[in-house]
């Protein structure tokens, strides 16, 4: 099983800061089976990326994500309040689906 | 629009059994793969089982044959049957479209296994 490990465990930044999420895995991942999801309390996660560095519909051009191997990671911009949520990165390559531990994202 | 509406769920006692129900709209859920997940604080989120548009079903290990997905064609509902309860089986379970990312979730029903 792959094992996701995300970094910092919370993030606390101020609106129109930049956020820069962290996504280790045990193994080497093919960049095409990388995801990254938001999560609000009480609501299912949110699909933002996808392949690694695909934007899902309807997401806005300030997220992005990047990476390859076995390091990855999701870039918020310009932070806004509405950003604040649980993040979580997912490999998709290799079976079981395996999903990190979350990235909580403060806005100040 | 792709929809997904959750129901069942609830209080069960442990070595209980309890069926979820997830039915579909914007699409036939035969004509892709339909996935069931759960969350909890302890473990985060796990993928639990899927069905492909062929009816093959495939299961997390932690499953051990307790779990038994499924779905009915004529109501656009997958199901997720769970048996064998126990307090670790206590989790917020959300069905989705796929087997891969998931774009679409269902809004979650919560199964607790308490005696």
């Known amino acids: 099983e792959i094992v996701l490990t995300q970094s910092p465990g919370t993030l606390s930044l101020s609106p129109g800061e930049r956020a820069t999420l962290s996504c280790r895995a045990s193994q080497s991942v093919s960049s095409s089976y990388f995801a990254w999801y938001q999560q609000k309390p009480g609501r299912a996660p949110r699909l933002l990326i996808h392949?690694?560095?695909s934007r899902a519909s309807g997401i806005p051009d300030r997220f992005s994500g990047s990476g390859s191997g076995t390091d990855f990671t999701l870039t918020i911009s310009r932070l806004e309040a509405e950003d604040s949520a649980v993040y979580y990165c997912?490999?998709?390559?290799?079976?079981?689906?395996?999903f990190g531990g979350g990235t909580r994202v403060e806005i100040k | 629009e792709v929809q997904l509406v959750q129901s069942g769920g609830g209080l069960i006692q442990p070595g209980g059994s309890l069926r979820l129900s997830c039915e579909a709209s914007?699409?036939?859920?035969?004509?892709?793969?339909m996935s069931w997940l759960r969350q909890t604080p302890e473990r985060g989120l796990e993928w639990v089982s899927v069905?492909?548009?062929?009816?093959?079903?495939y299961y997390a290990e932690f499953v051990k044959g307790r779990f038994t997905i499924s779905r009915d064609n004529s109501l656009n509902t997958v199901y997720l049957q769970l048996s064998s309860l126990t307090a670790e089986d206590t989790a917020l379970y959300y069905c989705?479209?796929?087997?891969?990312?998931?774009?679409?979730w269902g809004q979650g029903t919560l199964v607790t296994v308490s005696a």
């Open positions: 069905i492909y548009r062929g009816g093959y079903t």
């Open positions: 997912q490999q998709y390559a290799d079976s079981p689906l395996t």
């Open positions: 989705a479209k796929g087997f891969g990312e998931f774009a679409q």
């Open positions: 914007g699409f036939t859920v035969n004509s892709d793969y």
């Open positions: 392949a690694t560095s």
